[in-house]
C-alpha cells in the first residue's frame, strides 16, 4: 500500500533506523565483540536516538497515537508501541551508559527492526484506511508542525510540501 503523504516523514525515519538495525545486526553476525565496537556501535545508537528517533517517538505519541487510539480496532496496538517505546529508551540509555553487551545490541536492533515493521505494516495501513483523511491530513500538518520547531535535522524530517 503506498504511503499516505501525512505519514511518509515517519516513514523515512523508519528507513533511517531500518538501516541502522541492518548494519548492526550484519556487524554482531560478522563477529563483532571488540569493547572499541561495542562502544562505536552504542554511541552511534545514542546520536542517532538524539537527532532523529526521540522526535519520532514524540511526534508519535503527542500527535498520530492519540488519534489511532480513537479506532478501536487500534487501540491495543497502539499500547504495544508505547510499550515498545518505552523499552526502547531503556535500551538507548544503557547505550548512553555504554553498558550494552553484544547480546543487548542485537535485543536493541531486533526490537527496534521489529517496532518498526509493527507500525508500519499494523499502524499506518490501517490509520490510512481507518482515520478520516481530514483527521490524518491535521495530524500531518501538526507533525510538520513540531518537526520544524523540534530542533531535529531538516534532512531526517523529510518534508514534503503541502498542496
Known sequence: MLRDRNLI?????????LALCVRLERDLASGARAPEQLTAWQTEIEQLFQSEIRYHF??????LFPVARRQAGLRIRVDELLAEHVRLRALVQQAAARSLDAAGLGRFAEILSGHIRKEERHLFEPCQTLVPADELERVGAAMEEYFQGSGMPEASCALRPRP
Not at 9 to 17: F, G, T, V
Not at 58 to 63: F, G, H, M, T, V
Open 9 to 17: 516523514p515517519l516513514s523515512r525515519q523508519h528507513q533511517h533506523a
Open 58 to 63: 514524540e511526534a508519535e505519541e503527542k500527535l
